[in-house]
C-alpha cells in the first residue's frame, strides 16, 4: 500500500473490474444463460459491459496477458454452451424438452453457485446425467434434485457433483439404492418420485453442510473464481457471437 494509506492505479481498476462483474450478474437473465448470448433487450449493454472489462482487463495485467485473458474467456464460453446443450439433449431426448424447462434448470444451477461453492456448469452437467437416468422426474423435481446432488457431493464425496447425481440417479431409476452406504434409507417399491422426496428429506441437512462452507474463507475463494468465470463466459460470449 503507498504511503499515506492510498491504493495504486492496478488496484483502483481490478475495484472498477469487480464492479462490473456484479453489474454483469445482475443484469444476466435466465434466457441469456440459457442461449448462451445477450437477449435483445441488454444486448448493447451487455457487450459494453463485456468490452470494458476487456480493456480493464488489458489495463491491468498488459495486453499481451489480455490477449490470454480473451482466448480463456472463448474457452469458457465454448465450455459454458457445451454444458447448457448436453442438458438440452438429455432433456428432449426424455421427452422432456422446451425452452422454459431449459432455463428453468440452468437458471436453478446459476442461483445454486450464489450460495455454494459449486460452478454452474458442474450442477448443469450433473442435472444432465441424472435426466438421463431418472426419466420420469419433472423439471421442477430434478430441479430440487439438484440440491440433493451438491449436499450429498459435499458430506461424502469431496464436492464430485457428477457422482453424486449418479448414485441418485441409480439409486432412483433402479433397484438397487446406491445411497444406501451413505446412510440415507429408501422404501421398497417407491415410485422414482417417491424415492427423491424420500432423498431430498434426509439430504436437505447435507445441504446444509454445503452452504455452511460457501460461507468459510476458503468457499468466499471459490465462489470468487466462480464469479470470475461467469465474467470470462461473458467476455467468451461477444467475442465468439
Do not use: H
Amino acid at each position: 500500500m503507498p504511503a499515506g494509506g492510498g491504493i495504486t492505479l492496478s488496484q483502483a481498476l481490478i475495484a472498477k473490474l469487480a464492479i462490473d462483474v456484479s453489474e454483469y450478474q445482475r443484469g444476466l437473465t435466465g434466457a441469456t444463460r440459457q442461449a448462451g448470448k445477450a437477449s435483445d433487450d441488454i444486448g448493447a449493454a451487455f457487450k459494453r459491459a463485456a468490452l470494458r472489462v476487456a480493456t480493464l482487463a488489458g489495463a491491468v495485467i498488459g495486453v499481451r496477458k489480455a490477449f490470454g485473458f480473451v482466448s480463456d474467456s472463448v474457452r469458457a464460453f465454448a465450455e459454458s454452451e457445451a454444458a447448457v446443450n448436453g442438458l438440452r439433449a438429455a432433456l428432449e431426448v426424455t421427452g422432456r424438452g422446451g425452452a422454459e424447462s431449459l432455463a428453468l434448470l440452468v437458471q436453478g444451477a446459476s442461483d445454486l453457485q450464489a450460495i455454494t461453492t459449486k460452478n454452474d456448469e458442474a450442477i448443469v452437467r450433473a442435472t444432465a446425467s441424472l435426466a438421463q437416468l431418472a426419466k420420469s422426474l419433472s423439471p421442477r423435481e430434478l430441479l430440487q434434485a439438484q440440491r440433493a446432488m451438491i449436499g450429498i457431493a459435499d458430506t461424502f464425496l469431496g464436492g464430485d457433483v457428477e457422482q453424486a447425481a449418479l448414485l441418485i440417479g441409480k439409486s432412483i431409476s433402479g433397484a438397487t439404492n446406491a445411497l444406501g452406504r451413505y446412510g440415507i434409507a429408501l422404501k421398497a417399491g417407491s415410485t422414482e418420485q417417491e424415492k427423491l422426496a424420500q432423498i431430498m428429506a434426509r439430504s436437505e441437512t447435507f445441504f446444509a453442510v454445503s452452504q455452511a462452507q460457501a460461507a468459510t474463507l476458503t468457499g468466499r475463494l471459490a465462489q470468487l473464481r466462480n464469479a470470475w468465470d461467469d465474467l470470462k463466459e461473458a467476455v467468451g460470449a461477444v467475442v465468439a457471437g
